[in-house]
C-alpha cells in the first residue's frame, strides 16, 4: 500500500519528536538503526516553521471571546459523562444544550504553576525562577464536532464512546457505528462503518484500533463481538464472535506491530491473543487465552508500538505486551514464543484509582529504548525495558514520578514530556526528566466520555466482579488516544487535539498578553538550554543560541515600546517610578546576559531618554550591576548623565561604588576627580589616581593635607575625620602588602615601586608645604597621634611580608628610629601609647631573623616612665602596657628585684602576681587580689582553680590554705556565698576553726547561711559538716538577725536537734517557730497555746490601735499601720486553722472542741472590744474572720454543738442575741446550701445508676450472631449428629464451639454456684491457640463476653414437633465483662457525673466523709469546697 502524504508527514513528525530532546545527534553515538528516507533536520525545521498543522483550526487558550453572545458564554459546570450510561446522561438533563464549539469557548486559560516573583528594583533578576508559560496547545476540531452532533441528531448515530488516531481518526457511537474523519484541513467524513442494525445486535463500540499503515481499522463492541475494517474502501473483513466467552464486553484491543496480530481484553478480566490469517481467499481469526480473569482481572493492556524510524530495533522481535490488573503489573514477550518477563506488583492504594500503561522509546545513555509507564492513584512508575547480549529481556526500575492526585489517564506526548489526566479532569503537562508540572489545564468543560458502562458489562448483564466496577467509574481508556506527538480527546459533543506548542508560540502568547518580563525569562531558558518541553529548536548548540538571541533583541525592543506607551501620563512621580522600576531592570539584565552593551545604551537608552523618569531609573539600576562586576565601560554620554544624575539627586555613596569598579578609559578623569574632591569621595579619588595615572602619593597627600592639620592641633575628631583616617591607614596597609585599594591587586611589576615609595614617602622629614612650626617627620607624628596601636600593626604586617629585601629591611630601620626619636621622652603621647610602641619592638625583636637594631636602655627608660608612683593618672592603662611588655619575652629582660620594687610603689599587683607566678609564690598572689581593689572579686575564683588542678604541689597547695585561713575574716566580708562554696569544696574539716576566727556575729551568721543552706546541683553535700551544733547556732544567730526567715528555715533543715531547737526560739520569744517544732514533736495543746497566744497579742495591739484612732483624728499613716496589723491578724488566724485542719484529722470531736472553741471565744472577744467604736472598717474584717472560722469548724464540730457554746456565754445567754444573729443567719445558710447541694447529688446519683443499668440490660440481652456454623475447635458443624441434641456456647465475639469441645479445652473457671459455669472463647483468650491455663488476666478484647448464652440445637422432626431447647443467660459480670462494659458506655457518652464525684471521693482519701473538708496546706489532692460565701450585716 502506498504511503500517504499525511502518514509521510507524520513519519517526520515522529522523528522529530523522539531524536529532537536529544542535545546533539548521531546516528551511531544514539545506535539509531536507518530507515529508507530518513528526515533531514533543517526539513523537520522548516516544516514546522513554514507549515501550519492542518489540522490544528483553533487555539481555544487564546481564543478571543468578546463577540461571543451570553448564550455560547454559559458557564455552568458540565460534569463529564459516560456517552451510553443512562445514569450519566441524566445529570445533564437539566443544563443547556451548548452549541457544536462551546466546550472549547468555555475552556479555561491555562494555569500556570510557575511565575517569576522577584524584586527588579535596582538590583538583577533571578533568573533560576522558571517560566513555562502555555507548553500544551489545546484545539476543538470543529469539523469532526460538527459531524458528531449531526450524526447524533438527524440519523440517530447515536453517542461518541471511543475515539482511535493515526492517519484518520475514527470515532465508535452507542448505536454501534465507527465514523472516520480525515485529519485535512476539511476534516471531512470519510467512512461509516456498521449500521444501526448492526448495533442493535452487538451493541455499542466499547473499543478502537488502528494499524500501523492506517490501513485495518479494529471495533470491540459491549456485547463481546470484535468487527474488521479495511479503511481504504469501507468493507467489513472480519465478525469475531469467538475470540472469547460470551456475555462480556470488549474492554480493549489493540493491534500490535505485527499486521496479522492483535490483543483483546474483555469484562471478566481475561486477555486473548487474536492471530488473523487468510488461506484460499477465506479469512479466518484463532484466539488464545493469554491471561484468565480468574487469577486476577486485567482492565488495561497496551502492546509496545515502535515508530516508522526505529522498526529495526532488535526489541521488536518480542511483540511486547503490558497488562494491568487491579494487584500487578505484567510485561510479557508474544514472540518468538509466549514468555513472563516481569510481574510487579502494586503498592497499597485506592481500590476505585484506574491502573494506566503507556510505552515510549527514550534516549538513555547513548541507546534508545523502550520505557514503559504505569501508575495506579497518584504515583507514576517507569521501567526501562532493554535486550541483553543473552537475548533475555532485563526490566530497570527508574525513579518514580509522585503527584498529589488520583490520575486516570497517562500518555507519553514525547519521549520527556506525559500528559496526565486526574479525577477532576485537570490536565498536568509534567517533565519527566525534572519531574516537574509545567502547566495546568482545566478539561471539565469538555464532558469527557467515560468507559464505566463497558466495564460494568451492562449490555451483557452486569455480570462483572465489584472490585473491576468499581475501577470503571473513572476508566476513560477510549476517550484519548495519542499518536506521533498529538493526543486527541473525545467530548461527548466534541472532540479536541492537543500538542505542544513550538517555541516561538510560546513566547507569542505572553506577547499577546502583554507578559514581557515572563517571555524574555522563558526567552533564556530557551537560549540556556534549560526549558522544558522544547518544540522547533535547532539542536546545535550555537545556531540555536543565535536564533534565540535574535528573537529576544526583538523581544526587548518591543518591551521598551511598551514601557514608554503603558507609562502613566498623570499622576504621582512615585506611581511612575514604580512603573520603570519594574521594567527598565529587565532590559538592563537580559542585555547584559546576552553581551550587548550596544543595544542597551545606543538603543534602549536612547528611547527611555524621551522620559525623564525612565532615564532617571535607569541609571541607578546600572549600579547593582556595575558593583557586580557585570558591567565595567560605559559609554561617555551615559557616564556623564550617570555623573550628574547621581550627583544631582546627593547619591554620592552609590556614585563612588561605581566608580571604583568601572574601566577608568571610560571616565572623564578631570571632571571626575573634582567631583570626588568635593563630595568627598576619597576611595573613588584614589583609584582614580592609582589606575588612571599610576600615582600612589598624591592621594596620600591630599588625605594628610586634611587630616593632618586637625590632628596637630589635638581637636576632637569627627565621625568623618575618623573615617578619613581609618582610610589612609587601609590604603597604606593595601600599598605596602602589595593590594589596592579599594579592590584588587597592584600591577606586580609596580608592587617593589609602590612599596618603596610609601616608605619614602613616610619618612619625609617636612611635608610640600611645610611651615616653621611643622614638627619633623609630619606624617609619622600624624598617624602616632591618630591612632598608634593600628599603625604599629599596620607596620608590623609590613615588617612580616618583607623577605631578602635589601632595600625594604632598611626602610623598616629608619622607621623604627624615627618611631623612637619621635616618642621617647615626648609628653604629648601617652604611657599606653609608648608601651605600644616598645611592646611591638619587643615582638620585632624576639622574631628568629630579626635584623632590626634597638637600644636596650631604652627599655630601662620605659619601664622607670611606667612604674612612676608620682603620677596616678592612667593607672590602670599604665600596668597593662607593662603587662603585655613583659608578657612578650625574648630580648626584653629586666631586673626582677626592681623591677618588684617599682611595681609595689605603684600598686602594680598584676604585675607582682605575674612575678609570684614565674616563682610559683602562689600564697603571695592571693595577697596581691585581696589588695587589689579591681580584683578582689576574683580571689574565690583564683583559690579554687589553684585547689583543683593538678599542676600545682601538694606543699603549694598547703602554704595556698594557710594564707586564705589567715584571711577568713576579709573574704567574709568580701561574699559570704562565694566563701561558703570555696569551704565546702576546699576546706570542709576546718569549719570549726573557720567559725571560731570569726568574731562579728553578723558576719558569721552570713557564712553559716550561705554555708548550711539546702543547695541543688553538684554542691558536695556528703563533705559538708553535718554536726547539729552548727545548725542550732546558725538557729540562734537567726533568731537574733533575721527571725522572719526562721519558719522557713526549719522546714527546710532536718539536721538540728528539736529539744534544743524548741529551747532556743522559747529564748527568743518565737512563737511561730517553737508552735512548729511543738507540733513536730507531738505536743499539739503546746503548739496551739503558742499559736493561740501570738494571735491574742496581736487582736490586743489591734484593738489598741482602734481605740488610739477613736480617740483623735486619724492621718493617713495611722491607717496604713491599722491595715497592717489587721493583715498580720489575718494571716495568724489563717495560720491557726490549717494547724486545726491538719490535726484535728486524727481527733476525735471533743479533742477537736479544745482546738477550735478556744479559737471561737478568741474571736468573739476581740470582736466585743472593738463593737462599740467607730473603726467599721475593722469591725467587718473581725465578723468577716469570725465567720470563716465558724464555716471550717462546722467540718469537724456539729452545728449544735457550736450553737451551745455561742448561747453559754454570759452575754449572749442573758437575751442578747442581736450581736451574734449575723453568726447565727450565716450557719443557717450554710445549712441551706448543704441541703440542696444533697438533693441535686443524689438526683444526679440516681440518674446514672437509672442509666447504667438501662444500658447493662440493653447490652446483656443483646442476640449474638456467629460468624460461622462450625465449631472453632473441631471444625464441625456445629449439627454433628442429626438426631441428637447438643449444647453450643456462642460468644460475642462470634466464635461459636460445642460445651464439650470447651469443657475438654478447659475454658472454664470452675463452678462455685448454681449459676451458670462463665466461659472464655478459645480462640481470643490465648495467642497459641487455646493453650492458655484455667485463669486469663482480664483485658479489652472483644472476646470478652458481655453476655454469655449456652442454647441447644436440634432440627425439626417430620411430625413438626422440635426438641426442646434450654437457653442459660449468664448475668452476672465479672471483671473483664466489666472493662468492657466500661469501653463501651464510653462509646456513648463522655465521663458521667458518677464517675467524677467517685474520683472526688477517691481523691479525698481517709479524710472523714462530708462535703465540707477544707484543703489541707500543701496537699495536692482536688476537694470540693462547698460553703456558701458569708454574708455581712449592713
Known amino acids: 500500500m502506498s504511503q500517504s502524504p499525511d502518514s509521510r508527514s507524520l513519519l517526520s513528525a515522529s522523528s522529530q519528536l523522539n531524536l529532537m530532546e536529544v542535545e546533539s545527534i548521531d546516528d551511531k553515538e544514539f545506535d539509531i538503526p536507518q530507515v529508507d528516507t530518513p528526515p533531514t533536520l533543517e526539513s523537520i525545521l522548516s516544516q514546522m516553521e513554514e507549515e501550519e498543522e492542518p489540522f490544528v483550526l483553533e487555539d481555544t487558550c487564546i481564543l478571543n471571546t468578546d463577540n461571543m453572545d451570553a448564550q455560547s458564554c454559559d458557564t455552568s459546570s458540565l460534569a463529564s459523562s459516560d456517552s451510553g450510561d443512562p445514569a450519566h446522561l441524566k445529570r445533564h438533563e437539566h443544563t443547556q444544550k451548548p452549541a457544536l464549539f462551546e466546550s472549547a469557548l468555555n475552556l479555561l486559560p491555562p494555569i500556570s504553576h510557575n511565575s517569576m516573583t522577584s524584586d527588579r528594583k535596582r538590583r538583577p533578576l533571578d533568573q533560576s525562577a522558571a517560566v513555562h508559560g502555555s507548553v500544551l496547545r489545546l484545539s476543538l476540531l470543529k469539523g469532526i464536532s460538527a459531524q458528531m452532533v449531526a450524526a447524533s441528531d438527524k440519523v440517530d448515530a447515536g453517542l461518541p464512546t471511543a475515539i482511535a488516531m493515526s492517519g484518520v481518526i475514527a470515532v465508535g457511537t452507542s448505536h454501534g457505528l465507527a465514523l472516520v474523519f480525515g485529519k485535512d484541513t476539511n476534516q471531512a467524513l470519510r467512512l461509516?462503518?456498521?449500521?444501526?442494525?448492526?448495533?442493535?445486535?452487538?451493541?455499542?463500540?466499547?473499543?478502537?484500533?488502528?494499524?500501523?499503515?492506517?490501513?485495518?481499522?479494529?471495533?470491540?463492541?459491549?456485547?463481546?463481538?470484535?468487527?474488521?475494517?479495511?479503511?481504504?474502501?469501507?468493507?467489513?473483513?472480519?465478525?469475531?464472535?469467538?475470540?472469547?466467552?460470551?456475555?462480556?464486553?470488549?474492554?480493549?484491543?489493540?493491534?500490535?506491530?505485527?499486521?496479522?496480530?492483535?490483543?483483546?481484553?474483555?469484562?471478566?478480566?481475561?486477555?486473548?491473543?487474536?492471530?488473523?490469517?487468510?488461506?484460499?481467499?477465506?479469512?479466518?481469526?484463532?484466539?488464545?487465552?493469554?491471561?484468565?480473569?480468574?487469577?486476577?482481572?486485567?482492565?488495561?493492556?497496551?502492546?509496545?508500538?515502535?515508530?516508522?524510524?526505529?522498526?529495526?530495533?532488535?526489541?521488536?522481535?518480542?511483540?511486547?505486551?503490558?497488562?494491568?490488573?487491579?494487584?500487578?503489573?505484567?510485561?510479557?514477550?508474544?514472540?518468538?514464543?509466549?514468555?513472563?518477563?516481569?510481574?510487579?506488583?502494586?503498592?497499597?492504594?485506592?481500590?476505585?484509582?484506574?491502573?494506566?500503561?503507556?510505552?515510549?522509546?527514550?534516549?538513555?545513555?547513548?541507546?534508545?529504548?523502550?520505557?514503559?509507564?504505569?501508575?495506579?492513584?497518584?504515583t507514576v512508575h517507569f521501567l526501562l525495558v532493554k535486550k541483553e547480549e543473552s537475548g533475555t529481556i532485563h526490566v530497570i526500575k527508574q525513579r518514580q514520578l509522585h503527584l498529589s492526585c488520583d490520575i486516570i489517564s497517562l500518555n507519553w506526548i514525547n519521549s520527556c514530556t506525559l500528559v496526565l489526566l486526574d479525577s477532576h479532569e485537570k490536565l498536568h503537562v509534567v517533565d519527566r526528566p525534572s519531574q516537574e508540572v509545567l502547566e495546568t489545564l482545566d478539561l471539565e468543560q469538555v464532558q469527557l466520555v467515560y468507559n464505566s458502562r463497558h466495564f460494568k458489562s451492562l449490555a451483557t448483564g452486569g455480570n462483572v466482579s465489584q472490585a473491576l466496577a468499581l475501577v470503571g467509574e473513572k476508566a476513560c481508556y477510549q476517550s484519548l488516544s495519542s499518536h506521533a506527538g498529538q493526543i486527541v480527546c473525545l467530548g461527548t459533543k466534541s472532540a479536541h487535539i492537543m500538542s505542544l506548542r513550538s517555541w516561538k508560540e510560546r513566547l507569542d502568547c505572553f506577547l499577546k498578553q502583554e507578559h514581557f518580563p515572563e517571555a524574555l525569562s522563558l526567552a533564556w531558558s530557551f537560549h540556556e538550554g534549560t526549558a522544558k518541553a522544547v518544540v522547533g529548536l535547532h539542536a546545535d548548540s550555537q545556531k540555536r543560541k543565535a536564533a534565540i538571541s535574535d528573537k529576544m533583541v526583538e523581544l526587548l525592543l518591543q518591551f521598551a515600546e511598551f514601557a514608554l506607551k503603558k507609562c502613566p501620563d498623570q499622576g504621582k512621580v512615585q506611581v511612575m517610578e514604580q512603573h520603570f522600576q519594574d521594567m527598565v531592570p529587565v532590559l538592563v539584565d537580559y542585555c547584559l546576559l546576552l553581551h550587548k552593551a550596544d543595544l542597551l545604551f545606543n538603543q534602549l537608552y536612547s528611547r527611555?531618554?524621551?522620559?525623564?523618569?525612565?532615564?532617571?531609573?535607569?541609571?541607578?539600576?546600572?549600579?547593582?550591576?556595575?558593583?557586580?562586576?557585570?558591567?565595567?565601560?560605559?559609554?561617555?554620554?551615559?557616564?556623564?548623565?550617570?555623573?550628574?544624575?547621581?550627583?544631582?539627586?546627593?547619591?554620592?555613596?552609590?556614585?563612588?561604588?561605581?566608580?571604583?569598579?568601572?574601566?577608568?578609559?571610560?571616565?572623564?578623569?578631570?571632571?571626575?576627580?573634582?567631583?570626588?574632591?568635593?563630595?568627598?569621595?576619597?576611595?573613588?579619588?584614589?583609584?582614580?589616581?592609582?589606575?588612571?595615572?599610576?600615582?600612589?602619593?598624591?592621594?596620600?597627600?591630599?588625605?594628610?593635607?586634611?587630616?593632618?592639620?586637625?590632628?596637630?592641633?589635638?581637636?576632637?575628631?569627627?565621625?568623618?575625620?575618623?573615617?578619613?583616617?581609618?582610610?589612609?591607614?587601609?590604603?597604606?596597609?593595601?600599598?605596602?602588602?602589595?593590594?589596592a585599594y579599594p579592590i584588587g591587586d597592584i600591577p606586580e611589576d609596580l608592587v617593589v615601586q609602590v612599596k618603596n615609595q610609601v616608605f619614602e614617602f613616610l619618612i619625609r622629614l617636612h611635608s610640600g608645604d611645610s611651615s616653621q612650626k611643622e614638627e619633623v617627620f609630619p606624617f609619622i607624628h600624624t598617624l602616632l597621634h591618630f591612632d598608634t596601636r593600628e599603625f604599629l600593626n599596620v607596620l608590623a604586617m609590613t615588617f612580616d611580608d618583607v623577605q631578602n629585601d635589601k632595600q625594604a629591611l632598611e626602610y623598616q630601620q629608619r622607621i623604627v628610629d624615627i618611631l623612637l626619636q619621635v616618642m621617647v621622652d615626648n609628653p604629648d603621647f601617652t604611657p599606653s601609647q609608648v608601651g605600644g610602641l616598645f611592646t611591638f619592638l619587643a615582638r620585632q625583636l624576639a622574631k628568629p631573623n630579626n635584623t632590626l637594631f634597638v637600644n636596650r636602655n631604652l627599655f630601662d627608660q620605659v619601664l622607670e616612665f611606667l612604674c612612676c608612683p608620682d603620677d596616678d593618672s592612667r593607672h590602670t592603662e599604665r600596668q597593662q602596657v607593662l603587662l603585655e611588655l613583659l608578657q612578650v619575652g625574648g630580648v626584653v629582660q629586666f631586673n626582677e628585684e626592681r623591677l618588684f620594687t617599682l611595681a609595689e610603689k605603684a600598686k602594680f599587683y598584676q604585675i607582682c602576681e605575674f612575678l609570684y607566678e614565674k616563682k610559683h609564690l602562689y600564697e603571695r598572689i592571693v595577697d596581691c587580689y585581696l589588695r587589689d581593689p579591681l580584683r578582689q572579686s576574683e580571689i574565690f575564683s583564683y583559690i579554687h582553680n589553684l585547689m583543683s588542678m593538678p599542676g600545682y604541689s601538694s606543699e603549694e597547695k598547703l602554704k595556698v590554705k594557710q594564707k586564705v585561713l589567715q584571711h577568713m575574716q576579709e573574704l567574709v566580708s568580701l561574699c559570704p556565698a562565694k566563701l561558703a562554696d570555696l569551704v565546702t569544696w576546699h576546706f570542709a574539716d576546718e569549719v570549726q576553726s573557720i567559725i571560731s576566727s570569726?568574731?562579728?556575729?553578723?558576719?558569721?551568721?552570713?557564712?553559716?547561711?550561705?554555708?548550711?543552706?539546702?543547695?541543688?546541683?553538684?554542691?558536695?553535700?556528703?563533705?559538708?559538716?553535718?554536726?547539729?551544733?552548727?545548725?542550732?547556732?546558725?538557729?540562734?544567730?537567726?533568731?537574733?538577725?533575721?527571725?522572719?526567715?526562721?519558719?522557713?528555715?526549719?522546714?527546710?533543715?532536718?539536721?538540728?536537734?528539736?529539744?534544743?531547737?524548741?529551747?532556743?526560739?522559747?529564748?527568743?520569744?518565737?512563737?511561730?517557730?517553737?508552735?512548729?517544732?511543738?507540733?513536730?514533736?507531738?505536743?499539739?495543746?503546746?503548739?496551739?497555746?503558742?499559736?493561740?497566744?501570738?494571735?491574742?497579742?496581736?487582736?490586743?495591739?489591734?484593738?489598741?490601735?482602734?481605740?488610739?484612732?477613736?480617740?483623735?483624728?486619724?492621718?493617713?499613716?495611722?491607717?496604713?499601720?491599722?491595715?497592717?496589723?489587721?493583715?498580720?491578724?489575718?494571716?495568724?488566724?489563717?495560720?491557726?486553722?490549717?494547724?486545726?485542719?491538719?490535726?484535728?484529722?486524727?481527733?476525735?470531736?471533743?479533742?477537736?472542741?479544745?482546738?477550735?472553741?478556744?479559737?471561737?471565744?478568741?474571736?468573739?472577744?476581740?470582736?466585743?472590744?472593738?463593737?462599740?467604736?467607730?473603726?467599721?472598717?475593722?469591725?467587718?474584717?473581725?465578723?468577716?474572720?469570725?465567720?470563716?472560722?465558724?464555716?471550717?469548724?462546722?467540718?469537724?464540730?456539729?452545728?449544735?454543738?457550736?450553737?451551745?457554746?455561742?448561747?453559754?456565754?454570759?452575754?449572749?445567754?442573758?437575751?442578747?442575741?442581736?450581736?451574734?444573729?449575723?453568726?447565727?443567719?450565716?450557719?443557717?445558710?450554710?445549712?441551706?446550701?448543704?441541703?440542696?447541694?444533697?438533693?441535686?447529688?443524689?438526683?444526679?446519683?440516681?440518674?446514672?445508676?437509672?442509666?447504667?443499668?438501662?444500658?447493662?440490660?440493653?447490652?446483656?440481652?443483646?442476640?449474638?450472631?456467629?460468624?460461622?456454623?462450625?465449631?472453632?475447635?473441631?471444625?464441625?458443624?456445629?449439627?454433628?449428629?442429626?438426631?441428637?441434641?447438643?449444647?453450643?456456647?456462642?460468644?460475642?465475639?462470634?466464635?461459636?464451639?460445642?460445651?464439650?469441645?470447651?469443657?475438654?479445652?478447659?475454658?472454664?473457671?470452675?463452678?462455685?454456684?448454681?449459676?451458670?459455669?462463665?466461659?472464655?472463647?478459645?480462640?481470643?483468650?490465648?495467642?497459641?491457640?487455646g493453650r492458655g491455663?484455667?485463669?486469663?488476666?482480664?483485658?479489652?478484647?472483644?472476646?470478652?463476653?458481655?453476655?454469655?448464652?449456652?442454647?441447644?440445637?436440634?432440627?425439626?422432626?417430620?411430625?413438626?414437633?422440635?426438641?426442646?431447647?434450654?437457653?442459660?443467660?449468664?448475668?452476672?459480670?465479672?471483671?473483664?465483662?466489666?472493662?468492657?462494659?466500661?469501653q463501651l458506655r464510653g462509646l456513648y457518652r463522655g465521663p458521667s457525673r458518677l464517675s467524677i464525684l467517685s474520683e472526688v471521693s477517691h481523691g479525698q482519701g481517709g479524710e472523714r466523709p462530708g462535703f465540707l473538708v477544707p484543703a489541707q496546706s500543701g496537699a495536692e489532692n482536688f476537694h470540693l469546697k462547698l460553703a456558701p460565701p458569708p454574708l455581712f450585716e449592713e
Open 192 to 378: 461509516c462503518l456498521g449500521s444501526k442494525t448492526t448495533g442493535a445486535e452487538f451493541g455499542a463500540v466499547s473499543a478502537l484500533s488502528i494499524n500501523h499503515d492506517c490501513s485495518r481499522l479494529l471495533c470491540g463492541f459491549a456485547k463481546g463481538q470484535i468487527t474488521m475494517w479495511d479503511l481504504a474502501n469501507g468493507k467489513l473483513l472480519r465478525t469475531i464472535t469467538d475470540a472469547h466467552p460470551p456475555g462480556t464486553a470488549i474492554l480493549h484491543v489493540k493491534f500490535t506491530d505485527d499486521p496479522t496480530l492483535a490483543v483483546c481484553n474483555d469484562s471478566g478480566g481475561s486477555v486473548f491473543e487474536l492471530t488473523f490469517r487468510r488461506v484460499m481467499g477465506m479469512r479466518s481469526c484463532d484466539s488464545r487465552c493469554l491471561f484468565s480473569g480468574s487469577k486476577g482481572e486485567v482492565c488495561c493492556v497496551e502492546p509496545l508500538r515502535t515508530p516508522p524510524d526505529l522498526k529495526d530495533h532488535p526489541i521488536t522481535c518480542y511483540s511486547l505486551l503490558a497488562m494491568a490488573s487491579l494487584t500487578k503489573i505484567l510485561v510479557i514477550g508474544l514472540k518468538p514464543s509466549l514468555n513472563v518477563w516481569m510481574t510487579l506488583p502494586y503498592t497499597k492504594s485506592d481500590p476505585t484509582s484506574v491502573p494506566q500503561l503507556a510505552w515510549q522509546f527514550v534516549p538513555v545513555q547513548k541507546t534508545v529504548n523502550p520505557v514503559l509507564a504505569f501508575c495506579k492513584g497518584d
Open 608 to 739: 527611555l531618554l524621551e522620559n525623564t523618569v525612565a532615564k532617571g531609573v535607569f541609571l541607578e539600576s546600572l549600579e547593582s550591576y556595575i558593583v557586580a562586576n557585570r558591567l565595567g565601560h560605559i559609554t561617555t554620554p551615559v557616564m556623564k548623565d550617570l555623573l550628574a544624575h547621581y550627583h544631582d539627586n546627593g547619591m554620592m555613596d552609590s556614585l563612588e561604588r561605581c566608580i571604583v569598579h568601572l574601566d577608568v578609559t571610560s571616565l572623564d578623569i578631570q571632571q571626575v576627580v573634582q567631583v570626588c574632591w568635593d563630595n568627598q569621595l576619597y576611595d573613588a579619588v584614589i583609584y582614580i589616581f592609582n589606575r588612571g595615572m599610576n600615582d600612589y602619593i598624591t592621594p596620600m597627600e591630599k588625605l594628610f593635607s586634611v587630616i593632618g592639620p586637625r590632628v596637630k592641633e589635638g581637636r576632637s575628631l569627627t565621625g568623618d575625620d575618623v573615617v578619613m583616617g581609618n582610610k589612609l591607614l587601609v590604603y597604606i596597609s593595601c600599598c605596602l602588602a602589595g593590594r
Open 998 to 1329: 570569726l568574731q562579728d556575729d553578723q558576719l558569721l551568721f552570713q557564712f553559716l547561711r550561705c554555708l548550711l543552706k539546702p543547695q541543688e546541683g553538684s554542691q558536695p553535700a556528703s563533705l559538708l559538716p553535718l554536726d547539729p551544733e552548727l545548725y542550732e547556732l546558725l538557729l540562734d544567730l537567726m533568731c537574733r538577725f533575721e527571725s522572719q526567715e526562721l519558719l522557713k528555715f526549719l522546714q527546710t533543715s532536718q539536721h538540728y536537734r528539736l529539744d534544743e531547737a524548741i529551747q532556743i526560739t522559747q529564748k527568743y520569744g518565737c512563737n511561730e517557730a517553737k508552735a512548729y517544732l511543738l507540733e513536730k514533736k507531738g505536743d499539739i495543746h503546746g503548739a496551739f497555746a503558742c499559736l493561740l497566744q501570738t494571735l491574742k497579742e496581736r487582736l490586743h495591739v489591734l484593738s489598741a490601735e482602734v481605740s488610739h484612732d477613736g480617740e483623735g483624728a486619724a492621718d493617713r499613716r495611722d491607717e496604713e499601720e491599722l491595715d497592717l496589723t489587721l493583715m498580720n491578724v489575718r494571716n495568724s488566724l489563717n495560720q491557726m486553722i490549717l494547724f486545726c485542719h491538719r490535726n484535728c484529722q486524727n481527733l476525735d470531736q471533743e479533742q477537736g472542741k479544745d482546738l477550735w472553741f478556744p479559737l471561737l471565744d478568741a474571736m468573739m472577744a476581740s470582736q466585743k472590744e472593738v463593737m462599740g467604736l467607730k473603726d467599721k472598717h475593722v469591725s467587718d474584717g473581725l465578723k468577716e474572720m469570725t465567720l470563716k472560722v465558724l464555716n471550717c469548724m462546722s467540718s469537724f464540730i456539729s452545728l449544735p454543738a457550736i450553737i451551745q457554746h455561742i448561747l453559754q456565754d454570759p452575754v449572749y445567754g442573758r437575751g442578747k442575741l442581736a450581736e451574734i444573729q449575723g453568726l447565727i443567719l450565716g450557719m443557717l445558710d450554710t445549712f441551706t446550701y448543704e441541703q440542696t447541694l444533697l438533693e441535686t447529688t443524689t438526683s444526679l446519683l440516681n440518674h446514672d445508676l437509672h442509666w447504667s443499668l438501662a444500658h447493662l440490660r440493653s447490652v446483656v440481652t443483646r442476640g449474638l450472631h456467629p460468624r460461622q456454623d462450625c465449631c472453632n475447635i473441631c471444625l464441625q458443624h456445629y449439627k454433628r449428629k442429626q438426631d441428637a441434641t447438643e449444647e453450643i456456647v456462642v460468644f460475642s465475639c462470634g466464635h461459636l464451639y460445642h460445651l464439650q469441645c470447651l469443657q475438654q479445652k478447659d475454658c472454664g473457671r470452675g463452678q462455685s454456684s448454681e449459676l451458670p459455669q462463665p466461659w472464655r472463647c478459645y480462640k481470643c483468650s490465648s495467642s497459641h491457640g
Open 1333 to 1382: 491455663g484455667a485463669s486469663v488476666e482480664p483485658s479489652r478484647s472483644r472476646s470478652a463476653s458481655l453476655a454469655q448464652t449456652r442454647f441447644s440445637s436440634g432440627h425439626q422432626q417430620k411430625g413438626g414437633e422440635a426438641h426442646g431447647k434450654k437457653v442459660l443467660a449468664a448475668v452476672t459480670l465479672d471483671v473483664q465483662q466489666e472493662l468492657s462494659w466500661d
